[in-house]
């Protein structure tokens, strides 16, 4: 058996990969540049572009674009109407901002299970957990598959609940031949420059709803209007006159930034093809591997994937994780684990929060690793990171 790197064999790679990287070509540094030379770098023409652009790519009405994902899920709760003494249902196995953004308004989250095999949030359990209280579900489409659409639709309309559907991971994807984007009542992206396509830091909110839109506009705008019709002291004094008509923020997005998102949003089919292929090809090869599972896809998600995470049977492995992923990481393949259930971490825990929430996710948690994905992973790479999955995993097996 060959020995491992982590213990003094030769790594399978010479320089180190990582799980996720940006793809900017020339194009994009050109779009950028062109922003950065014209009259406007911030409140010009490319963030309305950007917007409709947005809005025609996801099949929505109205796009919103804004400074990060985290405050795009902001916004929508504001627009949501979410406050002191609300619930908002959401998974653990996301980013904390999926849950941090109900505390932004006073709400409480409430964290429902996951299914076992989709590591998406499980309707079952969102009914579950509805109470007097329960004011939205924000369902997260967990490394880029939707989340079950119709079923959690559903169920928000049974109990008049707002659907957020946070796409942090998911731009590119389609469920029912559908683009996410145009299927909750608000639809929250991130661009971050992991993601699908990246404007540097930027998020975005899309929605099919006008009253939401309008809220979404003054909330990522410090609640500032110019807007003849919302605006109460009319007539005013001038073109130069505006009014706060609501407490908002400043979550905008730059001209220059607005560029740079255009223009990864015209490569984003050559994004997705590419990654299809390095996850169908990942899936062949780990299928039968003992010790590792893959992730399980419905058939409704015609997936863009953002992230591609092997899950370890430790029941089949004499190994913890940690060792799995130090291994990996000296043959030269950085992995990540996405992510921590978010009620483990301190803040939630000195707020009543305990282990045992959620035992799928905790369960699933435990075994999960992000390994290398994104367009500019090439076929010798993917050899690489496949070479070093089985390596380790014969090293280890039971």
Same mark, same amino acid.
Not at 97 to 126: H, L, M, Q, R
Not at 167 to 172: D, N
């Given at each position: 058996?060959?020995?491992?790197?982590?213990?003094?064999?030769?790594?399978?790679?010479?320089?180190?990969?990582?799980?996720?990287?940006?793809?900017?070509?020339?194009?994009?540094?050109?779009?950028?540049?062109?922003?950065?030379? +014209?009259?406007?770098?911030?409140?010009? $023409?490319?963030?309305?572009? /950007?917007?409709?652009?947005? *809005?025609? @790519?996801? &099949? =929505? %009405?109205?796009?919103?674009?804004?400074?990060?994902?985290?405050?795009?899920?902001?916004?929508?709760?504001?627009?949501?109407?979410?406050?002191? +003494?609300?619930?908002?249902?959401?998974? $653990?196995?996301?980013?904390? /901002?999926?849950?941090?953004? *109900?505390? @932004?308004? &006073? =709400? %409480?989250?409430?964290?429902?299970?996951?299914?076992?095999?989709?590591?998406?949030?499980?309707?079952?359990?969102?009914?579950?957990?509805?109470?007097?209280?329960?004011?939205?579900?924000?369902?997260?489409?967990?490394?880029?598959?939707?989340?079950?659409?119709?079923?959690?639709?559903?169920?928000?309309?049974?109990?008049?609940?707002?659907?957020?559907?946070?796409?942090?991971?998911?731009?590119?994807?389609?469920?029912?031949?559908?683009?996410?984007?145009?299927?909750?009542?608000?639809?929250?992206?991130?661009?971050?420059?992991?993601?699908?396509?990246?404007?540097?830091?930027?998020?975005?909110?899309?929605?099919?709803?006008?009253?939401?839109?309008?809220?979404?506009?003054?909330?990522?705008?410090?609640?500032?209007?110019?807007?003849?019709?919302?605006?109460?002291?009319?007539?005013?004094?001038?073109?130069?006159?505006?009014?706060?008509?609501?407490?908002?923020?400043?979550?905008?997005?730059?001209?220059?930034?607005?560029?740079?998102?255009?223009?990864?949003?015209?490569?984003?089919?050559?994004?997705?093809?590419?990654?299809?292929?390095?996850?169908?090809?990942?899936?062949?090869?780990?299928?039968?591997?003992?010790?590792?599972?893959?992730?399980?896809?419905?058939?409704?998600?015609?997936?863009?994937?953002?992230?591609?995470?092997?899950?370890?049977?430790?029941?089949?492995?004499?190994?913890?994780?940690?060792?799995?992923?130090?291994?990996?990481?000296?043959?030269?393949?950085?992995?990540?684990?996405?992510?921590?259930?978010?009620?483990?971490?301190?803040?939630?825990?000195?707020?009543?929060?305990?282990?045992?929430?959620?035992?799928?996710?905790?369960?699933?948690?435990?075994?999960?690793?992000?390994?290398?994905?994104?367009?500019?992973?090439?076929?010798?790479?993917?050899?690489?990171?496949?070479?070093?999955?089985?390596?380790?995993?014969?090293?280890?097996?039971?």
């Amino acid at each position: 058996m060959e020995e491992l790197a982590l213990f003094g064999g030769k790594p399978v790679r010479d320089n180190k990969i990582y799980y996720g990287r940006q793809w900017i070509d020339e194009d994009d540094i050109q779009a950028v540049a062109n922003a950065l030379q +014209g009259p406007f770098i911030t409140c010009g $023409p490319k963030v309305e572009e /950007a917007e409709r652009k947005l *809005a025609e @790519y996801t &099949g =929505a %009405k109205y796009a919103v674009v804004c400074s990060n994902g985290t405050a795009a899920l902001h916004c929508a709760c504001i627009a949501a109407g979410i406050g002191p +003494g609300d619930e908002v249902i959401t998974t $653990p196995l996301t980013f904390a /901002a999926s849950a941090n953004c *109900a505390f @932004y308004c &006073g =709400a %409480k989250p409430v964290f429902a299970d996951i299914d076992p095999e989709t590591w998406n949030i499980d309707p079952g359990s969102i009914r579950d957990h509805i109470t007097s209280r329960t004011k939205a579900v924000v369902a997260v489409d967990f490394t880029g598959q939707a989340v079950k659409n119709r079923e959690i639709r559903e169920i928000c309309n049974e109990f008049n609940l707002i659907f957020i559907e946070d796409a942090a991971h998911a731009i590119g994807t389609r469920y029912d031949g559908k683009q996410v984007g145009s299927l909750a009542d608000m639809t929250c992206f991130s661009f971050h420059p992991v993601k699908t396509i990246t404007s540097g830091e930027g998020g975005a909110i899309t929605t099919n709803n006008e009253d939401f839109y309008k809220k979404l506009v003054l909330a990522h705008t410090h609640g500032i209007t110019h807007d003849d019709d919302l605006m109460e002291d009319a007539p005013h004094e001038g073109v130069w006159y505006y009014e706060q008509i609501s407490l908002g923020f400043n979550y905008r997005m730059t001209d220059f930034q607005a560029s740079l998102l255009m223009s990864q949003l015209g490569k984003i089919e050559l994004f997705k093809q590419r990654r299809a292929a390095i996850v169908n090809k990942y899936n062949l090869a780990f299928k039968d591997v003992p010790g590792i599972i893959i992730q399980k896809e419905i058939p409704e998600s015609d997936t863009c994937r953002h992230l591609y995470i092997i899950r370890l049977d430790l029941c089949k492995l004499k190994c913890t994780r940690r060792q799995f992923f130090d291994a990996m990481s000296a043959e030269n393949v950085q992995c990540q684990i996405h992510y921590v259930p978010v009620y483990w971490f301190p803040y939630y825990r000195h707020r009543g929060y305990e282990k045992g929430l959620c035992p799928v996710a905790e369960d699933v948690y435990k075994g999960i690793m992000s390994i290398p994905l994104y367009p500019t992973l090439t076929d010798a790479d993917t050899d690489d990171v496949i070479l070093a999955v089985k390596k380790i995993a014969g090293y280890y097996a039971l």
